[in-house]
């Protein structure tokens, strides 16, 4: 079993940066590709990214490819996903998720656990 918890959201002006982080309890969390997902209100949740369980191999969504940066320290349990050059599009509740299957999904079908959410408003 792992537990997720996710930080570091907020509210932010368009053009400004974030950096949401994700605890994971356990001490099994390299054991895990780790992701990203996101959901609007009124929307399904969607991916964002996701990386490998050494880190080795990150995937993102095209929406923010080239804003958005994934990664990890196994070391502390924590994943994280740095958000710069935000979007009023980008407003929606974040959340992680943990994959036992070892790869980087970017379904929800692909992962077994997932964290509370941490809420993201960017204001244009």
């Known amino acids: 079993q792992v537990q997720l918890v996710e930080s570091g959201g907020g509210l932010v002006q368009a053009g400004g940066s974030l950096r949401l982080s994700c605890a994971a309890s356990?001490?099994?969390?390299?054991?895990?590709?780790m992701g990203w997902f996101r959901q609007a209100p009124g929307k399904e949740r969607m991916f964002v990214a996701a990386i490998s369980r050494s880190g080795g191999y990150t995937y993102y969504a095209d929406s923010v490819k080239g804003r958005f940066t994934i990664s990890r320290d196994n070391t502390k349990n924590t994943v994280y996903l740095q958000m710069n050059s935000l979007k009023p599009e980008d407003t929606a509740v974040y959340y992680c998720?943990?994959?036992?299957?070892?790869?980087?999904?970017?379904?929800?079908?692909?992962?077994?656990?997932w964290g509370q959410g941490t809420q993201v408003t960017v204001s244009s």
């Open positions: 998720a943990a994959s036992s299957g070892g790869y980087a999904p970017s379904t929800t079908g692909g992962y077994d656990y």
């Open positions: 356990g001490r099994t969390f390299s054991s895990y590709a």
